[in-house]
Structure formats: structure tokens, C-alpha cells
């Protein structure tokens, strides 16, 4: 089975007591998250390019078969959007490239403002990309989601990010070998800071792994992450989609 499910970032102090031991450093927090599960989502990526010993880092305080899912900085996605951007790009690609085999998928991650009007840009942008990585796009307009972006995304090999989000339709488009899904949740309802679940997500998640199990049976590669705005409490949101998976109950 190649399913690798985390959640979205791991540096959170209300997660101590409730997932984290309660005498857990912060410089301890992420051996301990990859001795529960076997990759995350790194957010931090989104504000700035990591320096090297971050990296180096990561890598080191992870065992073997980790990985670690990335975004593109927002100078790329959301302040260039795409345009002139080729130093960033290499410098992000130069420093990750560091986690080795331990480099899980690549997100693009685009604003609202992201139209159609980009496509043209977004085809040239993915052409360029070298084709040695996973990479996905996740778009926030309504109306990218059309077979005019699914096509430029399959021509790449790049694959789109299945969203469980009040803010976008759900899909089943794949446009690459892999599937990326992010539970995202809906931060309007649920803070996510409280250390414990503050919504039911038992059918949801339920429906999410009768959705992927057939993909997995067929040994396509899946990546999911949650968010801590999904039920409130994401390390129990991955538990509980691990043992849906395996119980298939």
C-alpha cells in the first residue's frame, strides 16, 4: 500500500497533553510526530525559502521512509504569481532537494486571484519544472476547475489537489499518477487551537477512505494531510482515516 497520510505542519504547543507528552521539548516535536506517522505537510515553506540547516535538519531528525510534502513559497505562487520567478524557483528547488529520498510531493498553492487568465503562464511555469519531483496544484477559483486546466495539468504529469473545503467542489480528476488530498476543514467553524476535536468528522472521513481504498488497491500512490481546522484536532483525524482504511468498516 502506498498511502502516506500526516497533517499539516507539526510545531504546536496545544498539541501537548493531547498528542505531544506534556514534557516534550519544541526541538523534540518533530522525532516524535515521525515515530507516529510517516510524512507531513510543511506550511512554513509558504513564507519563506528554508535555510539549509533547516532542512538538513528535518531530514536528520526522521527515520527512514519519512517524507515530507512541501509548499512553494508565496513569492512564487501569490507575489510573482509565476511571472520572473525562475531565481526563486531554483534557490526553493536547490534547498529542498536537500531531504533526499525523503522529499515527498511539491504544492502549488494559488490565490483567488489566480484566473484563467494565468493558464497559459501556469502551462509554461509546469513545463519548466524539472520532472524528477511530485508536484500539485491547488486553485481557489471555482472557475479553474475546468477541463481546459485539467489538461494542462495532465500534459505535465502534475496533479490536481483534492480539497475537502466549504470553499471548493469536491473532485475525482486525476491528472498524474499520484492523488494529494488536503482536509482542510472550515476555519469559520473550528479554531484548531484547542488541543481537541470541535467538529464531527466521523462519516466525512469514513466516506474519504471508501473513496481511496479502490486507488489503493491498485497501488497508486496516495498523499493526504489534514488540517488542524478539520475537526479541531488532526493527529486524530489521521488515526482515524488510517483504521478506516484498514478496517475498511
Not at 510526530?33 to 535555510?51: H, K, L, M, N, W
Not at 473513496?211 to 489503493?216: M, V
Request: some cysteine; aromatic content about 14%; proline content about 4%.
Amino acid at each position: 500500500m502506498t498511502l502516506h497520510v500526516g497533517t499539516m505542519g507539526w510545531s504546536y504547543d496545544f498539541w501537548k497533553g493531547n498528542f505531544y507528552p506534556e514534557n516534550l521539548s519544541s526541538k523534540e516535536y518533530l522525532a516524535y510526530y515521525a515515530s507516529q506517522f510517516d510524512t507531513v505537510e510543511v506550511d512554513s515553506t509558504f513564507y519563506r525559502i528554508p535555510r539549509k540547516q533547516s532542512v538538513i535538519d528535518w531530514k536528520e531528525q526522521t527515520p527512514k521512509g519519512f517524507l515530507f510534502s512541501l509548499k512553494f513559497p508565496q513569492v512564487i505562487t501569490h507575489v510573482k504569481m509565476l511571472r520572473d520567478c525562475q531565481q526563486e524557483v531554483a534557490v526553493f528547488l536547490e534547498r529542498i532537494e536537500l531531504l533526499e529520498e525523503k522529499l515527498g510531493a511539491l504544492l502549488l498553492q494559488f490565490p483567488y486571484t489566480f484566473g484563467t487568465g494565468q493558464l497559459p503562464l501556469l502551462r509554461d511555469f509546469l513545463r519548466n519544472l524539472p520532472k524528477k519531483h511530485h508536484y500539485v496544484v491547488e486553485v481557489r477559483k471555482q472557475k479553474m476547475v475546468n477541463d481546459g486546466f485539467y489538461n494542462v495539468l495532465r500534459d505535465n504529469s502534475v496533479a490536481l489537489a483534492w480539497v475537502d473545503s466549504p470553499l471548493m467542489p469536491q473532485t475525482s480528476e486525476i491528472t498524474a499518477d499520484f492523488i494529494y488530498v488536503r482536509w482542510e476543514g472550515d476555519r469559520r467553524k473550528v479554531k484548531g487551537t484547542l488541543g481537541r476535536r470541535e467538529a464531527d468528522k466521523t462519516n466525512s472521513i469514513k466516506a474519504w477512505a471508501d473513496k481511496l481504498r479502490p486507488f489503493l488497491d491498485e497501488q497508486t500512490e496516495v498523499f493526504g494531510y489534514f488540517s488542524k481546522y478539520y475537526s479541531g484536532h488532526s493527529p486524530s483525524d489521521v488515526r482515524d482515516f488510517l483504521e478506516n482504511v484498514r478496517t475498511g468498516v
